[in-house]
Structure formats: structure tokens, C-alpha cells
């Protein structure tokens, strides 16, 4: 089955400054890679995804960049800010299976 | 549109109590998960369910795990006995599409703790 690693878990940044978290997974056949957020008490939100047919998606201070070749993908936040504080899940999926989750990191945007 | 709700928030039973807990998907969607996030971790799946028939449940631990989801909306998770390894988030999400590509919405989750 798909295992899905992410990288770091803890990541501490100074607010202003951008954030970048890693995954790597194994399944050759995941084509959708979903990125979801959660807050303490609550069930992850997804904030953003990417399809295997696009290499970068944007969505105002969050994009998340995709490479097949290698397996692994990566949600860049920039201009953090202490709202962005959470812990960050990615997951990796192909057609009607479930996605598989990695370990979260928790982010901490320091004002 | 309404989330996914969920009940109850939280639970305490002592081991080898049995506990259920109770999920309504977004209305339409046709699929509905349950998931199991332990302290720390991410997601688990524990069983999916299309409409009301079982897609996978290879990872939900039956001798003790039950699931189901009659007419296919509403669906109710059990453990019966309790373990102290069950303590957990337990999360249901659905989705419209009926597959990984449409994403999930989750609801809030239910916090199990064994004592």
C-alpha cells in the first residue's frame, strides 16, 4: 500500500517569513495530493491540492509543487502569519481508494 | 451547506466498556469514512463505506471494531471491548465524488479516552 512520509514534524518560523513542508510517498500510481490544516479541537480542513497532470498550484500566500519523477511534494506558505499556526497534513490518493495520511507537522509562527 | 457532524465531542470509558459514536455526512455525499487519529499521528483509515455497502475495511480491527451505515447516510462506529490503545480522535469525512480526487470534508471529531 502507499506510505507517505513528511518532513520536518515541528517547524518553528518568525511571522513574515515562509514556511515549506516536505512529502515524499511511494505508490506510483497516487495521482492527487491534498494538503489539510488543523487546528487544536478540530478536524483538518483542506487548504489546497494538486493533480499528478500539474507540477504547481498557487493559491494566494499558499502553493504546493509536485515532482512525479521523484515522488515527492511540497506546500510552500509565505508571509506567515500567526493564524497560519497549526499542524499541516499531506496525504496522497489515486482514483477511488482512500488517501493515505503523513505524520502532520505542527508549525508554529512566532510573532 | 452543512458540515459533517459528528457526536458526541468526547468520551471516557474504562477498558472493556464498549462505546458508539455517530456520524452525518454532507447531504449527497456518497461516500463516508472513518478514520482514527492516535496522538501525534496522522489519519488512519478504519473503514469506507460507498452509499451503504463496504469498499475497504482491511484496516479496522473487527474482532473488537463494527461499522455501519444504513441507507446509506448516517453511519455509527463501534468498539466493543474497549483497549487503552483506543484512545483516539475519531474522525468521518465524506465526499461527493465518491473518490480521493474530489478531497474529503471531516467533521470535529469524537476524543476517546480509555481509562
Known amino acids: 500500500g502507499e506510505n507517505v512520509e513528511q518532513h520536518p514534524s515541528t517547524l518553528s518560523v518568525q511571522e513574515g517569513d515562509s514556511a515549506v513542508i516536505k512529502c515524499t510517498y511511494s505508490?506510483?500510481?497516487?495521482?492527487?495530493f491534498p494538503w489539510y490544516k488543523q487546528e487544536l479541537g478540530k478536524g483538518p480542513q483542506l487548504i489546497i491540492d494538486?493533480?499528478?497532470?500539474?507540477g504547481e498550484k498557487k493559491d494566494q500566500r499558499i502553493a504546493v509543487t509536485l515532482n512525479k519523477t521523484a515522488k515527492h511534494f511540497s506546500l510552500h506558505i509565505t508571509e506567515t502569519q500567526p493564524e497560519d499556526s497549526a499542524v499541516y497534513f499531506c496525504?496522497?490518493?489515486?482514483?477511488?481508494?482512500?488517501?493515505?495520511f503523513g505524520k502532520g507537522t505542527k508549525l508554529s509562527v512566532i510573532p | 451547506e452543512a458540515g459533517v457532524a459528528q457526536s458526541p465531542r468526547y468520551k471516557i470509558i474504562e477498558k472493556r466498556q464498549s462505546v458508539a459514536f455517530w456520524c452525518n455526512p454532507i447531504?449527497?455525499?456518497?461516500?463516508l469514512y472513518w478514520y482514527q487519529q492516535i496522538l501525534g499521528q496522522g489519519p488512519k483509515l478504519l473503514i469506507q463505506?460507498?452509499?451503504?455497502?463496504?469498499?475497504?475495511d482491511s484496516q479496522l480491527p473487527k474482532d473488537r471494531f463494527s461499522a455501519e451505515r444504513l441507507k446509506g447516510v448516517d453511519s455509527t462506529l463501534k468498539i466493543q471491548p474497549a483497549k487503552l490503545e483506543d484512545s483516539a480522535v475519531y474522525l468521518c469525512?465524506?465526499?461527493?465524488?465518491?473518490?480521493?480526487?474530489?478531497?474529503?470534508?471531516f467533521g470535529s471529531g469524537t476524543r476517546l479516552t480509555v481509562v
Open positions: 469525512a465524506s465526499s461527493y465524488l465518491g473518490t480521493s480526487q474530489g478531497g474529503y470534508t
Open positions: 463505506f460507498q452509499n451503504n455497502g463496504v469498499v475497504d
Open positions: 494538486i493533480r499528478s497532470n500539474v
Open positions: 496525504a496522497a490518493g489515486a482514483g477511488s481508494y482512500q488517501l493515505t
Open positions: 447531504s449527497g455525499h456518497a461516500t
Open positions: 505508490d506510483s500510481a497516487s495521482n492527487y
